[in-house]
């Protein structure tokens, strides 16, 4: 199973997140996050970092803006997680593959998908909440039944050290066929943006010990 730490913000973690198992760093690039990366890093020095996936988080920007700090800091792919139309992601998918997170609750229809399959890498389902994201709570997984598209796609939303039973039995169900990876962040951290490694390594090789 493939995890991605998100909310990284000190260089030293995101240099250490290879070590703990973890496919891919996520750095917020959103101002209102207590997490913005920019108040810490600068995208030359994210760009020093080569042996971790690095994928930025962003929340309604200009897709021009996207661009040239996914160039600059050279992000492997972006996280789109706002209002963001299908044709923001196509410019943007142009120059780096995009990832759409949908903000999902109990009246949440995916009929609206469809329209972004073409132009998206994959889907990020996260708790809707006030904001854009960060509710560090899970929404309803059996929801996904009504996930219409074959189109692989992250779960986020509250995953903590103590779901890896319920992580498993999900995967194996199938309703979590399309699954391609975690987004763990706040169930990991001492404070915010800064991760407990240890536990995060722990959670990649407990959850990897039955699922390859």
Known sequence: MKVKVCGITKIEQLQGLADTGAAFGGLIFYKKSPRYVLNHLK???????????????????????????????????????????????KI???????????????????????????????????????????????FNWKILDQYPIEKPYFLSGGIGYHDLNAVREFAKAHTGKNLFALDINSKFEITPGIKDLDLVKKFIQEINKEII
Do not use: W
């Not at 030359?44 to 994928?55: A, G, L």
């Not at 200009?62 to 661009?67: F, H, L, S, W």
């Not at 142009?94 to 073409?118: C, G, R, W």
């Not at 708790?127 to 560090?136: A, H, P, S, V």
């Open 43 to 89: 995208p030359e020095e994210i760009r020093t970092v080569s042996d971790i996936k690095k994928i930025g988080v962003f929340v309604n920007a200009n897709p021009q803006e996207v661009i040239e700090i996914a160039e600059k800091a050279d992000l492997f792919m972006v996280q789109l997680h706002g209002e963001e139309s299908a044709d923001d992601c």
């Open 92 to 138: 943007i998918s142009k120059h780096v593959p995009v990832m759409k997170a949908i903000s999902v609750s109990e009246k949440t229809s995916f009929n609206d998908l469809s329209e972004y399959q073409d132009t998206v890498k994959v889907f990020l389902f996260d708790t809707k909440g006030e904001g854009y994201g960060g509710t560090g709570k899970k």
